[in-house]
């Protein structure tokens, strides 16, 4: 269903009911609270029902929804989403105020708002809670991404909604959005707060304490709604294991998810380093490139000159291929092939020649496609997926993912603002890989080249947690088992802890896994004394972590066992007051009792996007009688390439890169002089006349590299070890009076050692 054109507010915007939204962040070491409160204003003379369909973390846990009205507040409820959908119309219909909540059917990340029978002239003031998880990034910071922009979603052929009535996406140019955005976070964390980073202008950083363990920061006034708002904070000695143990809900019975205490383990695995210096030399490397017309520009650009560093970081001896998709996809070689010199040069031509032409953001067929060509032996297939895409069958196609993790690993980049939290983190969570998300100010290479270090770290196998608690206390894990686990990087367990203990006991977790052959174990001990001021945060994560495991087996299952899963979910969302894709927050006002007067007008609030694709939908059936929510087109007059920014020539570094063969080489041509910034007589003159050009060429573009670009070490250090590798292989003689000699050429001091030679 593609968007057609239309204007979608008016002039003097009065059709617009949402004024303004607060939004208040406290982080606590590596875990979010977030609070938005959400103002409407009704300025017209006609009772209306708002509806706002906007995004949220996929990984959030919803805990709370209430409304105020006047000097009355309503606090909703969790209950079975069919049930409170019915509540909510059958309170319109009556005349009264009400006010519903609910995850998309489709994607975890996306939420309908529903205000219903706002009076003439009558404020209401909508406040939402969630918790989540902090993501731990390659340069150890944690962030924080508040999706301020939604872009519609890409609904496949063929894949049209159920059920009566639709509540559309509704979405506007950033620039036409007429609510206003204000921002504030509190960090708080046991260690320092070194610094807090942001892609939007911030007001300065404020500490409150002089050990500088809590901070606070705004936005900056007048955001654009042009980005997704993203923060990055760094803690100093942070990432080191830890345990928070929570008191259960003295009103919840014992025994149950919200009556016992919780335990949320933060594990940072810490691998020996003769293990961790095994680089991988084996592998199926797929890349799985989205070139939908969202991609142009820039964003196609940044992703071709990546694959050009990935490929000329592949290790000799593996196999690779590259699919890209929109609408339909293609692949540049029938099946994967043995990764040489003959074979990257095919490859290479084809994706200089990508464009981002192919339509749509149609993943699910080429994922089956790969998943369906054989697995080589001894070469562990890694999968790599670059999508600034929105989709609204997100679990269908994170459900296939999980269906094949045992035969892969899955690396997921989420390109530009607005990309899906919910399809970009649960491609890398199910398919045992690791999640990055790239915005259109950040280079792509680095994260890339982070991930690719990842892939071709030994994988860990035969992960088990074990317990050593004290008598009389026993332990149910909450989260599925720990499918994978990299050097640096965080996994998170919850547990609940049954039984009695003494405040001074400790318990202790140990980790098991081997590595390469090894066998391993990291462990924690620690207190079980709850902690103090943490209210129920780490229950709602791990009723959330729950949660989304029941819905993920229940999807799996099909048939009576989903329904028995469903209502295992419903059984732990209602007590525990977090949302699920089967329950709803609903909140009706029975107030004064007056019944509105007159026809209610429906206006949904539009959604800041960046630019225009195919979009997706909520389905929602209503009673006969009702108001249908209409859906709202909107396409702008602008084209994707007019928001981008101008490129300059190609990176000097990148034009040496691309000269590199597939064993590590380079050659001494006149190409590499040019790449240089010599002549070629200047190249060639200084050449000791034992080596042969191959040796001396490599030579000079590794101390090129190390001394042009060691601000940029992370792109080209997999490259660069292969070149040492090649070396070694030549047994070469003079290799110190080379080194000299390039030293002397391009005026650099770079130690043969510092190569790695």
Same mark, same amino acid.
């Given at each position: ?14 059709? $617009? ?37 906007? %995004? ?36 319109? *219909? ?25 009076? +003439? ?30 872009? +519609? ?34 960090? *708080? ?6 610094? $807090? ?176 060509? %054989? ?36 690396? !997921? ?6 990309? !899906? ?59 599925? =088992? ?92 209602? =007590? ?22 007159? =026809? ?7 959604? =800041?996007?960046?630019?225009?694709? !195919? ?29 981008? +920014?101008?490129?300059? +020539? ?12 597939? !064993? ?68 070469? %003689? ?24």
């Amino acid at each position: 269903m593609m968007m057609n054109c239309c204007g979608l507010l008016t002039s003097n915007k009065e059709a $617009v009911p949402l004024k303004s939204v607060e939004v208040e962040l406290e982080v606590r070491d590596h875990v979010a609270t977030v609070v938005s409160t959400l103002n409407y204003e009704n300025k017209e003379d006609k009772p209306l029902e708002a509806v706002f369909v906007f %995004p949220l973390p996929g990984d959030a846990a919803v805990c709370h929804f209430s409304a105020k009205i006047g000097q009355t507040e309503i606090v909703a409820e969790v209950k079975e989403k069919q049930k409170a959908r019915e509540e909510y119309d059958d309170a319109l *219909s009556s005349g009264q105020q009400a006010f519903l909540l609910e995850e998309s059917d489709q994607s975890p990340d996306i939420f309908s708002l529903s205000v219903g029978s706002l009076r +003439p002239g009558e404020s209401a003031s909508i406040r939402l809670e969630y918790v989540t998880e902090l993501a731990v990034q390659a340069d150890e910071g944690l962030r924080f991404c508040l999706p301020a922009v939604l872009n +519609p979603r890409y609904q496949p052929q063929g894949s049209g909604g159920s059920g009566g009535g639709n509540v559309q996406m509704t979405s506007v140019p950033a620039s036409m959005v007429p609510y206003s955005l204000s921002f504030s976070a509190r960090v *708080s964390s046991p260690h320092p707060v070194s610094k $807090v980073e942001s892609n939007c202008p911030l007001d300065a950083l404020q500490y409150f304490n002089t050990e500088q363990t809590q901070a606070t920061v705004k936005l900056a006034a007048g955001h654009k709604f042009d980005r997704d708002v993203e923060l990055l904070i760094y803690y100093k000695d942070a990432h080191q294991p830890t345990a928070v143990v929570e008191t259960g809900q003295t009103s919840a019975k014992p025994g149950s998810l919200m009556g016992d205490p919780v335990v949320m383990l933060s594990l940072y695995p810490e691998f020996p380093q003769a293990v961790m210096s095994l680089v991988a030399s084996c592998g199926e490397f797929v890349f799985l490139l989205d070139r939908s017309g969202s991609m142009a520009g820039s964003r196609i650009k940044s992703a071709r000159e990546t694959l050009l560093l990935l490929l000329k970081s592949l290790p000799i001896g593996c196999y690779f291929n590259i699919y890209s998709f929109g609408s339909s996809y293609e692949h540049i070689f029938p099946e994967s092939v043995e990764y040489s010199q003959k074979t990257m040069e095919e490859a290479l031509k084809k994706v200089e020649e990508m464009q981002a032409n192919l339509g749509g953001t149609e993943i699910l067929e080429p994922l089956k496609h790969i998943y369906s060509q %054989p697995c080589i032996p001894s070469q562990p297939r890694q999968l790599f997926v670059f999508t600034d895409g929105e989709v609204c069958n997100t679990k269908e196609v994170i459900n296939l993912v999980r269906k094949n993790s045992g035969s892969h690993r899955c690396f !997921s980049f989420g390109i530009g603002e607005g990309a !899906s939290s919910a399809l970009i983190n649960g491609l890398a969570k199910e398919g045992g890989g690791h999640a990055q998300f790239i915005t259109d100010t950040d280079r792509m290479q680095p994260k890339v080249m982070q991930s690719l270090r990842f892939a071709l770290q030994p994988a860990v196998i035969d992960i088990s947690v074990e317990w050593d608690l004290p008598k009389g206390v026993s332990v149910t894990a909450l989260s599925p =088992p720990i499918t994978a686990l990299f050097q640096g990087q965080r996994s998170l367990v919850y547990a609940q802890l049954t039984g009695q203990s003494s405040e001074a006991a400790e318990g202790c977790v140990m980790v098991k896994y081997s590595l390469a052959g090894h066998p391993s174990q990291n462990q924690l001990h620690f207190s079980l004394k709850p902690a103090e001021d943490t209210g129920l945060t780490v229950h709602r994560l791990a009723a959330r972590t729950l949660i989304r495991s029941l819905e993920m087996e229940g999807r799996e299952s099909g048939g009576e066992q989903e329904e028995g899963v469903k209502k295992k979910v419903v059984e732990l969302s209602v =007590p525990s007051g977090v949302s699920s894709a089967f329950t709803a927050f609903i909140a009706v006002n029975k107030g004064d009792g007056k019944v509105l007067q007159g =026809p209610l007008v429906v206006r949904n609030v539009p959604a =800041p996007r960046m630019m225009a694709c !195919s979009m997706g939908r909520f389905n929602r059936s209503r009673p006969p009688g009702m108001p249908t929510k209409a859906m709202a087109h909107s396409s702008p007059s602008y084209s994707p390439e007019s928001l981008l +920014p101008k490129q300059p +020539p190609r990176d000097p570094l990148l034009q040496l890169v691309s000269l590199q063969k597939a !064993s590590g080489c380079w050659v001494l041509d006149p190409a590499l002089a040019d790449a240089l910034g010599k002549t070629s007589r200047e190249v060639e003159k200084p050449k000791p006349a034992s080596v042969n050009q191959e040796v001396w060429a490599t030579i000079l573009a590794l101390i090129w590299l190390h001394g042009f670009k060691m601000d940029a070490q992370e792109e080209w250090e997999l490259l660069a070890m292969k070149a040492v590798s090649w070396l070694r292989a030549q047994n070469a %003689p003079c290799v110190i009076e080379c080194v000299e000699a390039a030293n002397a050429l391009l005026g650099f001091s770079v130690q043969k050692d510092a190569l790695g030679l």
